[in-house]
C-alpha cells in the first residue's frame, strides 16, 4: 500500500549535472580571482604585520632589559667608585692631619729650641750687663766711700785695687 | 508559557502555508468536484472542456475514457518526494515563477528551448501544467515527454495526467482528447542502477536547483567580494561585521582544514576548499529557508556527484610521483599483500568521490524528507481533511517536530559542508605529500 512514487533526486539528470560543474567552475575561478585570492593575501599579509609587531616588541623588550642591567651595572660601579673615594678621601685626611700634626710639633719645638737659646743669649747679655752697671755702681760706691775716708793714702790706693781684681764677673 | 503561545502560532502558520501548497488529497473531500489534475483521474474532464477552471464539476465526455482511476489517498512518502525533487518551475508558497525549459530531444531535431508557462502550469496544481507543448507536459515539476508520435506537436490543452501503477512503478499517462497517452522522463546518468537511463530526451532546463543554485553563489560573490573590497579600504586595521564574520570561517578553514591536512601547499588549495565549503553551505542553508522554495539543491546526487568528481580530478591531477607510486605499487609490501592492496589502493581512489558524493546527498535528503513527513502529520492525523481537531493536533506535533528538526538541520549544514571540505583536503593532502620513509 505505501507506495514511493519516483525518486528521482537518487538518479544524476544530465542537465542539473552540466549546470552544476558549469556553475561551480565559474564560481570558484570567480572567487579565487575577486574574493579568496584577495582575502587571503590580505590575512597573510595582516597576520604577518602582526607576527613582525610582536617580534619587534619582544626585541624593543629585550633591549630594554638589557639597558636595565646595564644601568645596574653602572650605578653599582658609581657606588663602588664613590665608597672607594670616600674612603681614600678620608684616608688622605688621616694622613694630612696627622703630617700637619707633625710639622706643628717640629716647628713648635724648632721655636722652642731657638726661642731657649735666645732666652739665654739675652740672659748673658743681660748679666754682662749687670755685672758692668754693678761694677760701675759698686766703683761709685767705692769712690764716694772713699773719698771719705781715704784721703790720698797709698795704703788706702792698694786696698782698692786689690779689691777692684778680686771682682769678678759672675 | 510564552514558548507555547509561540509554537501554536507557528502551528498556525504551517498549516496554513502547507494548506496553501499542498492540496494532495483534502480537497477532494471538503469540496466535491474539485479539479486535481495530478493525482485524480475521475474529475480531470474539467480540463477538456471547461478550460482551467479548478472548481468545474464531474462530468463530461472525459469520463469515459480517463476517468475510471480512482485517485489514491494522501501519501506523505509520495508527497515528501514531490517537494524535494528538482523542478522545472519555482514555487514560492502559491506563486509559481516560470523557468525556462531546455531539452534536447535527439529524434526530433535536437534543441527545444520555451518557457515553462507554455504548460500553463499555474493554472495547475502542485506543478502540473494542462497544457501540453510540442509532445512536452509538466507533471508536479517534471518535464514528461509523450511518447506516442500521434499526439499533436503544438501546444495543445489537455484533460489532466493520470498515474498509474504498474508493477510497482507508477507511470503518468496524458489524458488526451479521450486517450490516454504514455510518457517518458528524462535521462538520467545512473545507467539504470537507479531506475534511470538513457530515454528519448535530455532537460538542460534552468530548473529550481539551477536557479537557486545562481542565486546562492550569486549572493555568496557579492558577500565575499565586499569583504575583499573592506580589506583594502580598511588595510591595517581590525576586520569589522561581514568582514569579521567571514574571516572566522575562512581563518577556520585555512587554520583547521588546509593547513593541518596540506601543509605548505595549503595556500594552494584554499581557494578551492573554500569554494568548495561555502558552495555547499550555502546550499545547505537556501534549502533550510522555510517558504522560500525549499530547493533540495544538495540532496540531489546530481549535484553531489559533480562536486565529487571535481574533487576527484583535483585530488588525482595534483597526485605527485609518491601518491602514484603508493597506489600502484603499494611500496615496503610482500609480493601476497600487493595482489590484494593494489586493488583496493585503486577501487580506494574512486570508492573516495563516491562516499563523498552519498554522505552529502543521503543527508541532505534525509533531513528534508524528514521535515517534510513531520508536516505531512497534519493531513495524516487530519485524516486528509476529515477531521479538523486532528489537524490541529497534527500541526501542533508537526511544528514541535519540525523546529527541532530544522535546528539539526542547521547544524547538519554546517557539519556537511565541513566534512566534505575536510575529507576533500585530506585526499589533497594524501596526494601531494612528500615520501617520507
Known sequence: MFFIADFNVIKPDFGLLFWTSVIFLIFFFLMRKFAFGPIGDALEKREGSIRDALDEAKAARNEMEQMNSENERLLAEAREERSLMLKEAKETRERLVSEAKEDAKKEANKIMDSAKQEIEAQKQSAMLELKNQVGTMAIEIAEKVVRQTLKGDSASESLVNGLVKDIKLN | ?437
Open chain 2, 1 to 437: 508559557m510564552r514558548h507555547l503561545v509561540l509554537s501554536l502560532v507557528f502551528s498556525c502558520f504551517a498549516l496554513v502555508a502547507f494548506a496553501q501548497h499542498d492540496h494532495s488529497g483534502h480537497d477532494h473531500s471538503d469540496h466535491a468536484g474539485h479539479n486535481h489534475a495530478d493525482h485524480a483521474g475521475h474529475d480531470h474532464a474539467a480540463h477538456a472542456d471547461g478550460g482551467h477552471d479548478d472548481h468545474h464539476g464531474h462530468g463530461g465526455h472525459g469520463e469515459k475514457a480517463c476517468g475510471h482511476y480512482t485517485h489514491h489517498e494522501f501519501n506523505a512518502g509520495d508527497n515528501a518526494i514531490h517537494h524535494i525533487s528538482d523542478a522545472n518551475v519555482y514555487s514560492i508558497g502559491p506563486f509559481n515563477i516560470p523557468l525556462p525549459v531546455i531539452l534536447y530531444v535527439p529524434n526530433e531535431g535536437g534543441f527545444k528551448m520555451f518557457s515553462s508557462t507554455q504548460f500553463d502550469h499555474a493554472s495547475g496544481h502542485h506543478g502540473t501544467g494542462v497544457r501540453a507543448h510540442e509532445r512536452f507536459v509538466i507533471d508536479g515539476g517534471q518535464v514528461k515527454h509523450v511518447t506516442d508520435s500521434s499526439f499533436p506537436n503544438e501546444n495543445v490543452a489537455i484533460s489532466g495526467i493520470v498515474h498509474i501503477k504498474k508493477d510497482g512503478k507508477e507511470e503518468a499517462f496524458v489524458c488526451y482528447n479521450e486517450k490516454l497517452y504514455p510518457t517518458e522522463v528524462k535521462s538520467t546518468a545512473d545507467a539504470g542502477i537507479f531506475g534511470g537511463g538513457i530515454t528519448g530526451y535530455y532537460d538542460f532546463s534552468l530548473t529550481k536547483n539551477v536557479v537557486s543554485m545562481f542565486i546562492v553563489c550569486l549572493i555568496l560573490f557579492l558577500l565575499f567580494t565586499s569583504a575583499a573590497k573592506a580589506y583594502k579600504t580598511r588595510e591595517g586595521k581590525a576586520p569589522t561585521g561581514l568582514q569579521n564574520l567571514l574571516e572566522v570561517m575562512v581563518t577556520f578553514i585555512r587554520d583547521e582544514v588546509a593547513v593541518p591536512f596540506l601543509g605548505h601547499n595549503a595556500s594552494k588549495f584554499l581557494p578551492f576548499l573554500l569554494t568548495l565549503f561555502f558552495f555547499i553551505l550555502g546550499l545547505n542553508l537556501w534549502g533550510q529557508v522555510p517558504f522560500f522554495g525549499g530547493s533540495n539543491v544538495t540532496g540531489n546526487i546530481g549535484v553531489t556527484a559533480v562536486l565529487a568528481i571535481i574533487t576527484f580530478f583535483a585530488v588525482n591531477f595534483n597526485g605527485n610521483k609518491h601518491y602514484w607510486e603508493h597506489l600502484f605499487a603499494a611500496p615496503g609490501t610482500p609480493w601476497f599483500v600487493k595482489i590484494i592492496l593494489v586493488p583496493v589502493e585503486i577501487m580506494g581512489m574512486f570508492i573516495k568521490p563516491i562516499t563523498l558524493m552519498l554522505r552529502l546527498f543521503a543527508n541532505i535528503t534525509a533531513g528534508h524528507m524528514v521535515i517534510l513527513i513531520f508536516v505531512s502529520f497534519v493531513f495524516i492525523f487530519g485524516n486528509s481533511g476529515e477531521s479538523v481537531p486532528g489537524a490541529a493536533g497534527g500541526a501542533v506535533a508537526a511544528t514541535l517536530l519540525s523546529l527541532f528538526m530544522m535546528s539539526i538541520e542547521l547544524i547538519v549544514a554546517f557539519v556537511q559542508a565541513f566534512v566534505f571540505t575536510i575529507l576533500t583536503a585530506s585526499y589533497l593532502g594524501q596526494a601531494t605529500e612528500e615520501a617520507h620513509h
